[in-house]
């Protein structure tokens, strides 16, 4: 298979992970067979510093014509103190989203055994979970109608759907769950909130076209206190944008760590792949960073963008095998691992290819 990826470091450890996940991409090309066909864009605050733009043309044409986007992480504290700055990092990333029509953003949250003892939640309760979200991206509360009123004294956010959006991404889910254990649960609050009722009807008449996937539909409420309680009953979950992004927040802690998480937004074109981690400056340019949520990114490109199954399984085996054999990077070490055992993003990564 012949494809055109492109990679988009961004900043801070984003150069550094998505390096990594480069390499680990160079290896299933060669393993398998594949012809991967690289570019590179800018992005961030290494786009502002070079063209004066967190997204500039030239770079967003360059994601419209590559097959799959492998993204890195934008930011700088240079911004993170000066709130008034006009053009920012995130710019690109809001601008990059909007322009390739990304509304699906997939999370999947899943716990390495080896790694049972990185979270906080007991490992009896999270042993064999293993969730894959669909949050809604570009709907919602986020980008309604939002102002003040009674000269400043009230402010208002309107939220809407419109079957349309709903539709599309309840699709994208079902197909989905029935590649995996044709399991889906759809959150939301149609109790109170008209948006979600419209949501839960939509929902209702899509999954008559999957007779094989059993559908369950809970309140957001009940679902943040079940994801705690009880992990391992959801496999597919189906959200809106603002409980999407509060539950997986919430998910992430099964998995343990930032750096072992990986997410695909997806639209009707190119799709694009990144760690849920930001740039991470404190530890930028020390050679720690965990390359693991990059690398998974990659996974999830070759099976969701190119339909590379058994391509993908073979980094998320190659990821299980080292964590297997010990070897960790700093944010997954604990008190029992041994020194020898703790490695730097290349050397990791160097284990994983
Ligand atoms: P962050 O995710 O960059 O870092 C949070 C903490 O987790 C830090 O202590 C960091 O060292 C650690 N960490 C993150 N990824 C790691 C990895 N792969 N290996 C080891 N440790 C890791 O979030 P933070 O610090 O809130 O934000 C830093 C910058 O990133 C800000 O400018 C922020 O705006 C931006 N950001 C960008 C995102 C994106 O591009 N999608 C997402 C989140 C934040
Ligand atoms: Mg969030």
């Not at 007779?211 to 189906?238: G, H, N, S």
Request: proline residues 3%; aromatic residues 6%; glycine residues 8%.
């Amino acid at each position: 298979m012949k494809k055109n990826i492109l990679i988009v470091p961004g900043d801070g450890i984003g150069q550094e992970v998505t390096a990594v996940g480069k390499k680990v991409l160079d290896k299933i090309a060669e393993k398998f067979g594949h012809e991967f066909v690289y570019d590179e864009a800018l992005i961030g605050h290494v786009a502002i510093e070079a063209t004066g733009e967190a997204l500039p043309d030239e770079s967003l044409q360059k994601m419209k014509n590559s097959d799959a986007v492998l993204f890195g992480a934008v930011g700088h504290p240079k911004y993170d103190n000066d709130p008034s700055a006009k053009v920012r990092p995130e710019q690109g990333l809001l601008k990059m989203r909007k322009e390739l029509g990304l509304y699906a953003n997939l999370r999947p949250i899943k716990l390495f055994d080896e790694l049972l003892g990185a979270s906080s939640i007991k490992p009896e309760i999270l042993k064999g979970a293993d969730i894959l979200f669909f949050r809604e991206l570009t709907g919602d509360i986020y980008f309604g109608e939002k102002g003040r009123k009674d000269n400043g004294d009230s402010a208002y956010d309107i939220a809407t759907y419109s079957k349309f959006e709903v539709e599309r991404i309840a699709r994208k889910a079902f197909e989905a769950a029935r590649t995996r254990r044709k399991k889906l649960c759809s959150v939301d609050k149609a109790n109170v909130l008209e948006t979600s009722r419209l949501w839960r009807e939509v929902v209702q008449q899509v999954a008559k076209d999957y007779p094989d996937v059993e559908v369950e539909y809970q309140f957001v409420d009940a679902t943040a206190m079940l994801l705690i309680k009880d992990p391992k009953r959801f496999d597919v979950v189906l959200t809106a944008n603002l409980f999407g992004d509060i539950l997986t927040d919430e998910a992430s802690q099964i998995a343990g760590s930032m750096g072992m998480l990986a997410s695909a937004s997806i639209g009707d074109g190119t799709g694009v792949y990144e760690p849920i981690h930001g740039s991470a400056h404190d530890i930028t340019g020390k050679g720690i960073a965990n390359p693991m949520a990059s690398v998974l990114s990659a996974a999830l490109l070759l099976d969701i963008s190119f339909g590379l199954k058994e391509e993908s399984n073979a980094i998320i085996n190659a990821v299980d095998a080292v964590l297997k054999a010990g070897f960790r990077t700093a944010d997954i070490a604990d008190a029992s691992t041994p020194k020898e055992k703790i490695l730097g993003t290349d050397a990791i990564g160097e284990e994983i290819i």
